[in-house]
T-cell receptor, first 115, second 115 residues
Framework: SQELEQSPQSLIVQEGKNLTINCTSSKTLYGLYWYKQKYGEGLIFLMMLQKGGEEKSHEKITAKLDEKKQQSSLHITASQPSHAGIYLCGADVNAGGTSYGKLTFGQGTILTVHP | DGGITQSPKYLFRKEGQNVTLSCEQNLNHDAMYWYRQDPGQGLRLIYYSQIVNDFQKGDIAEGYSVSREKKESFPLTVTSAQKNPTAFYLC??????????????FGSGTRLTVV
């Protein structure tokens, strides 16, 4: 089983709709990262969350980390075709953040936005 | 501009051949990583290196080898022992092994296909 579970695996929305992607772990997350990937390309950094209850926003994308630091959500408001791609969460899932640089990733969420 | 460069973008391998994927960074990052991406499985760690002349196996190291002779370079060799090498390979680097505070910068990836 995955140490980081993302849901949904895929999402199709109409332009202008809001959407949420979730990233869940049974372990405490140390340094939770959200990345976006266009098919066949590298990952682009979106946001990083560290503290329980933390929330960050950039343009129309908001990411939150719950108080227990075991779940994060990525929310897109008024989606646009430019938001389409694969969204991945990554985190250090070892106790005390002792993975020595190794990030574990979720399986990704494929987002399609229809104009 | 600083960045991380992977080459080639597309690579074709015949059965029984070894192939080497290049990864170069000019970000002065200490740590470098190789991940493999397959549809629906997210990113899986192959090898990582936190310092020159030192590297460790990740979760799926069998059939792969690496070297870290220079800080800037972390080439990955896919050997004939890797039974299912067709995948998208991503190289990443980070300032240090402290991913609780620093994330990864990713290259644009190499798509390897066995023919």
């Amino acid at each position: 089983s995955q140490e980081l579970e993302q849901s949904p695996q895929s999402l199709i929305v109409q332009e202008g709709k809001n959407l949420t992607i979730n990233c869940t772990s049974s372990k405490t997350l140390y340094g939770l990262y959200w990345y976006k990937q266009k098919y066949g390309e590298g990952l682009i950094f979106l946001m990083m969350l560290q503290k329980g209850g933390e929330e960050k926003s950039h343009e129309k994308i908001t990411a939150k980390l719950d108080e227990k630091k075991q779940q994060s959500s990525l929310h897109i408001t008024a989606s646009q075709p430019s938001h389409a791609g694969i969204y991945l969460c990554g985190a250090d899932v070892n106790a005390g953040g002792t993975s020595y640089g190794k990030l574990t990733f979720g399986q990704g969420t494929i987002l399609t936005v229809h104009p | 501009d600083g960045g991380i460069t992977q080459s080639p973008k597309y690579l074709f391998r015949k059965e029984g051949q070894n192939v080497t994927l290049s990864c170069e960074q000019n970000l002065n990052h200490d740590a470098m990583y190789w991940y493999r991406q397959d549809p629906g499985q997210g990113l899986r760690l192959i090898y990582y290196s936190q310092i020159v002349n030192d590297f460790q196996k990740g979760d799926i190291a069998e059939g792969y080898s690496v070297s870290r002779e220079k800080k800037e370079s972390f080439p990955l060799t896919v050997t004939s022992a890797q039974k299912n090498p067709t995948a998208f390979y991503l190289c990443a680097s980070s300032i240090s092994g402290d991913t609780a505070n620093y994330g990864y910068t990713f290259g644009s990836g190499t798509r390897l296909t066995v023919v």
